[in-house]
Structure formats: C-alpha cells, structure tokens
C-alpha cells in the first residue's frame, strides 16, 4: 500500500469518555501507541505500508490542558498488523492552561523518532505574564514522561513560579486570592472539557476568552483581558487595565503574516 493520505478539518476533544477510561498513556500494545491501530485479520494483516500522511493546519485541539491548531508531517510504514510512523506534529499556534495562568506556544513540536517510533518526544516553549513576571515554561523528553522547566523575568525558582501558576500565589504577598475565589478557580480549570460530548462545538463559550493576573492595577487588583471572536478578523475586546480603568473596543486583523519560502538561487556558470 503507497501513496498520499492528505488530512484536512480535524478536531480532537477530551471527553468525559476520556477521563473515565483513565487515557491510553500506560498502554504499550500495537492499538494503544503510536499509530494507534492494527489490522489483525490474515491476509490483510501482512500488507506492507509506506504511506505519506500530511495535514497544514488540518486539526483543532480543545482541551483542558492546550488547544491551538496543529500540522502533520509523517510516514506510515510497517506491516497491517504492527504499523509504525516516523515524522513530526507542529503546534502552528496555541495555548497551555494552568489554574492560574495561561501560556501562547511559541514553538512546539511532538516527533516519532526513526530510532524509537513508538514513543513520542515532545519539545514545547510557551511564555506567559503573571503579576508582571514574564514566564517561560518548557516541556522537553517522552510523551510519557515529560521534563516540565519555568523561568521567569525578574528571576525566580522554579518553585515560586510553580506555585504562581498552579496556585496563584504572589511571589511578593502584594495579592492574594479568597478560599472561595481559589476553588472557583480550580473548579473551572478541571471541568474545561469534562462535558464535551466530541462533537464541534462553536458556541458562545468557545468564542469567549478570558485572561485574568498579567499585572496588578493601582489598586492591587488582578488586571483582566476579555475577547470574543466573530470570526477569524475580527473580535471584541475588553480590559480592566493597571490604572483601574475598563476599556472596550473592536480589533480587525488587516493582514495574517505568513513566512514565504525564499527563493532558490538561479543556477550561474
């Protein structure tokens, strides 16, 4: 079996089928790693594969860890019955999400390696701002296992930073949430997700965004950043700002950047 398999409009949710069937991370067989399938019936299950699998742009991630828009580069090769694929999935925009803080992926990848292609690696760099801390976290080693690193700008441990984003905790005791304010907190990051049914769902909630904590105001109040989307141009925006003031307004994007491949060089003699 050869040829191109060109993959386009995907959507990968984590439903509650997810959650209670604990997830496939521990599982080893030929259905429950990488490529996650396996065609056991003879004479099929001997067919060999050398398949070409891409996808610009072609899924949507939603869940209560990340979502984003991702790109496929890969090859599907090996027998029917234990398949395996090499190549690359490439994060081309996206989040990850904390309790108390939320990350833009500013480069990330997940490879099948030639050498292992039944164990993912991950590489990811996301930055975020937190009570006027610039934060970098970085995700680096197996799928299964992953090193997770924070720095942040002014420095601090990673301990103080862990405790910022995971329990919203000021470094400097200048803020501090309420018993009742934490637990809605950690109530919303835990249920994102929890009830989706798998289906696409462009409600009013997926359009809406909220991002609370990147400074504090005059005040000592969290500032807040409020957009809905309309469509891919435009969106409506508000904000508590850091002198305490609520601002509104409506952001058209004029232009998408796009990098152009340069051009190769005209052959001289």
Do not use: C, H
Request: hydrophobic share 35%.
């Amino acid at each position: 079996m050869t040829g191109t398999v060109d993959l386009k409009d995907g959507l990968f949710l984590l439903n509650r089928n997810t959650l209670l069937s604990g997830g496939s991370a521990g599982g080893r067989t030929a259905k429950t790693r990488p490529p996650f399938f396996s065609v056991e019936v003879p004479p099929i299950s001997e067919w060999m594969m050398d398949i070409a699998v891409k996808g610009d742009r072609f899924i949507r991630v939603r869940t209560p860890a990340a979502d984003g828009t991702l790109s496929l580069d890969m090859k599907l090769q090996g027998k029917l019955k234990e398949p395996f694929a090499t190549g690359r999935l490439e994060f081309d925009e996206g989040n990850l999400y904390f309790p108390f803080s939320s990350f833009t992926v500013d480069y990330g990848i997940a490879e099948l390696p030639i050498g292992d292609p039944f164990t993912p690696m991950v590489e990811l760099i996301g930055t975020s701002q937190r009570f006027g801390y610039d934060i970098t976290v970085e995700v680096t080693g197996s799928a299964y296992d992953p090193q997770v690193t924070f720095s942040s700008s002014p420095p601090l441990s990673s301990e103080q930073i862990m405790l910022m984003v995971v329990a919203g905790e000021n470094p400097e005791g200048m803020f501090d949430y309420t018993g009742v304010e934490r637990v809605s907190k950690l109530g919303t990051y835990l249920s994102k997700g929890l009830f989706s049914s798998g289906e696409e769902n462009d409600s009013f909630f997926n359009r809406l965004s909220v991002e609370s904590g990147k400074n504090l105001s005059k005040q000592g109040k969290e500032t807040m950043e409020i957009e809905y989307r309309i469509d891919d141009r435009f969106q409506l925006v508000g904000e508590y700002d850091e002198y305490d003031f609520w601002n509104a307004g409506l952001r058209w994007r004029i232009l998408k950047r796009k990098v152009l491949e340069p051009e190769p060089e005209a052959a001289t003699e």
